[in-house]
């Protein structure tokens, strides 16, 4: 029994990628290591975007999230932007993000500032502050 757990326990280490991975002792808020690209931040909503309306640049933009960061500091003012591919695509983008709340980010350190929408609603890793851990 001890052999079969050992087993599944190194299965899932692979799986994973933690066998390989050095951990450097960051981690989000549920004690999960951040990778050395990541970083957890705290946003807030600070604007939907609609359809076609005109984003960075003078360029359309899908519809989507603008978020800013409030903490940590080295991050706080800074945005970042996801498009929203709709309703039946990617569910209801208020149940996503609500005007109001604070959110745990755990995003890519290049994707702070890009003002593409290139990532989309459904990758944002979002947990409210303050949620009871699930």
Do not use: N
Not at 41 to 51: C, I, M, P
Not at 65 to 91: C, N
Not at 92 to 114: C, F, Q, W
């Amino acid at each position: 029994m001890c052999k079969l757990a050992l087993a599944i326990a190194a299965v899932g280490a692979l799986v994973t990628g933690c066998a390989f991975r050095k951990d450097r002792g960051d981690k989000d808020e549920l004690g999960l290591p951040l990778g050395p690209d990541e970083v957890q931040v705290v946003v807030r909503l600070e604007k939907f975007v609609e359809w076609g309306e005109v984003a960075d640049g003078g360029k359309w933009s899908p519809p989507g999230f603008i978020l800013r960061i409030v903490a940590p500091e080295k991050y706080k003012g800074r945005l970042v932007t996801a498009h929203h591919d709709g309703l039946l695509a990617s569910g209801d983008p208020m149940k996503l993000v609500a005007p109001g709340k604070l959110y745990y980010l755990r995003t890519s350190k290049e994707l702070i500032g890009d003002m593409s929408m290139g990532t989309c609603s459904v990758q944002l890793r979002l947990r409210e502050v303050g949620a009871t851990r699930p």
